[in-house]
């Protein structure tokens, strides 16, 4: 462990000592990169010095620096070169690279570690008495100009696994190269179910619920592959894949009949039943996301759940020390942190603060300088302080920003449904009176479109631009196209408003406010009520073609 957790326990009963010491470190390493030179590092003395000089950044305004890096430039943002760069998405049409050197994974890892100790010392059996089922995205999905890979943070982690911890996983990393994401699941379960389960981890509850509604789908296949070695012919797997894979792919008669006693007493397979050692569940609690940890019971009875913490690709941010919400000890040895209150957020003036004069129950901007180059960066979330631990501020993740939907963990921006619905529209030469997204948290969750067109159209028309609408979403984020695949996001739903509903609901609108230039029709909004608002005569689903082949 990098830090000791006597070094943090320390730290926390005077975070600003450790803020300050973590900000200069950085600025110190990085002093003669050209950002560093550009914003004189040599020369701040102090946290205001640094907040007068650096601007406040979101990725747009690094990104000429990240492209170059990403060209194998040296000295952009970091003296260090990136070994890394993991991909997530943004408020453009162009994915976001953040870059990831040797010494920002260690600064990550101290607080991967620091969650570690407090998880493991509670549940000590978890990595004695079974495995760990942990569920990734692919490490690597391509490669810079200079060679550089990128991909998936998490996933690039996971492939890069020690040796001496791998025995301690119950999948290969190979399962996760499978691009067919119903036989990626299939694997999954083929290869966790002939073990014993002590752990699940993964960000997303969305993704556990998944796979648990998967299990008695595929029971047959899954426990004949148990009983004979092998795994499924019919499951959709590259040849260099299924090599590596079919390893792990036990011959275990014992485990097969196991499980068709459970089937033939319980009259289906649950994770309670064939895990009996489960320990602990690990996944996000708080967000859109959480939203699905409440069906995790109904599957594996009542096995505590912990939060990862607030952690993206960007930064690792906090550590939860027990079971109780989804809030963490600020991560105060690893980044810099800077916050906004929320209510400063549409004032010209705002008010930006350090972890030490922040207040129980209020919620705040997030700002962070991390090891990886990013200086005063906007995360664009939105954090709750849910107490304090000593003098450290306990935070949770409550929403991405004002103009974001994050369902499966996708990020979609406003201007992203903006873009899309745009190409749309051109697409399909078609004309709408108004058009705004909002969410469905059903199961899997979806957006839903609330049109009101120009003219008559007809149905096949209509498809025709939801699922450009989906396919423009897809290009335009990643993210939003790896969640689709994934089946953790079902295709989106256009609900057709009744003519004159825009005009009735803008009039009502316009009763409570004082000028015309005040009234704003959403984009975007993460408010399930909002199509309540509505009078809706009918609804448009895409309809897709079955694949017999797994």
């Known amino acids: 462990m990098l830090i000791s957790i006597g070094t943090f326990e320390a730290a926390t009963r005077n975070p600003m000592k450790f803020q300050k010491k973590v900000l200069f470190d950085y600025l110190a390493r990085n002093k003669q990169t050209e950002y560093g030179l550009k914003y004189d590092f040599p020369k701040i003395q102090s946290i205001n010095d640094y907040q007068q000089r650096v601007p406040i950044n979101d990725y747009e305004s690094l990104r000429p620096y990240i492209d170059r890096m990403q060209r194998g430039e040296p000295n952009m943002l970091t003296a260090e070169n990136p070994i890394f760069f993991g991909l997530t998405t943004g408020t453009t049409s ?3 690279l953040i870059p990831a050197t040797k010494y ?6 101290e607080v991967t570690n620091l ?4 998880a493991y010392k509670d549940y000590p059996s978890v990595i004695i008495n079974g495995k760990i089922l942990a569920i990734v995205n692919t490490g690597i999905k391509g490669y810079t100009p200079s060679g550089v890979p990128y991909g998936s943070e998490t996933g690039y982690g996971y492939k890069n696994l020690p040796w001496l911890f791998r025995h301690y996983y119950a999948l290969p990393y190979q399962v996760f190269s499978i691009k067919n994401y119903a036989a990626r699941y299939y694997t999954i379960l083929r290869i966790a179910m002939q073990e014993n389960v002590s752990t699940v981890i993964t960000p997303n509850a969305n993704t556990i619920v998944l796979l648990c509604r998967r299990i008695n789908k595929w029971k047959n296949k899954i426990i004949n592959d148990i009983e004979k070695g092998t795994l499924s012919w019919n499951i959709d797997v590259s040849e260099s894949d299924r090599k590596t894979i079919k390893k792990f792919c036990k011959k275990n008669p014992k485990r097969a009949h196991k499980l068709r006693a459970i089937l033939k007493e319980k009259k289906s397979l ?10 602990l569940i690990e996944c996000w609690k708080s967000g859109t996301v959480g939203l699905y940890v409440k069906e995790l019971f109904n599957y594996f009875g009542n096995v505590p759940i912990r939060d990862l913490g607030y952690i993206s690709t960007e930064s690792r941010n ?9 809030g963490g000890i600020l991560a105060i040895q690893s980044n ?4 906004i209150p929320k209510e400063d957020m549409n004032r010209n003036e705002k008010r930006v603060l350090l972890c030490d004069q922040l207040e129980k129950g209020k919620e705040y901007s997030f700002i962070v300088t991390t090891a990886g180059g990013l200086y005063r960066y906007d995360m664009d979330d939105i954090i709750k302080v849910d107490g304090f631990y000593n003098k450290t501020p306990v935070i949770e993740f409550v929403q991405k920003g004002f103009n974001v939907a994050s369902l499966a963990g996708e990020k979609l921006y406003e201007s992203q449904v903006n873009e899309a619905v745009n190409r749309a529209l051109d697409k399909n030469n078609i004309i709408v009176k108004f058009l705004s997204a909002t969410i469905e948290v059903s199961y899997p969750p979806h957006y839903i479109f609330l049109t009101e067109f120009n003219g008559d159209i007809s149905i096949n028309k209509k498809r025709s631009f939801l699922k450009s609408i989906d396919e423009e979403l897809s290009r335009c984020n990643t993210l939003y196209a790896d969640k689709r695949r994934a089946q953790l996001l079902a295709s989106p739903v256009l609900k057709i408003v009744k003519k004159g509903e825009y005009e009735r609901y803008r009039s009502r609108k316009m009763k409570r406010i004082a000028d015309d230039a005040q009234f704003k029709m959403p984009k975007l909004t993460t408010d399930e009520k909002f199509k309540n608002s509505f009078n809706i005569e009918g609804s448009i689903y895409i309809i897709k073609k079955r694949n017999k082949k797994l």
């Open 94 to 96: 162009a994915p976001k």
């Open 115 to 118: 969650w570690a100790y407090y």
């Open 270 to 279: 649950l994770p309670k039943d064939f895990w009996p050692g489960m320990k």
């Open 318 to 326: 906090s550590i939860p020390t027990n079971n109780e919400g989804a």
């Open 336 to 339: 810099f942190y800077e916050f």
């Open 104 to 109: 920002s994974g260690k600064k990550k890892a």
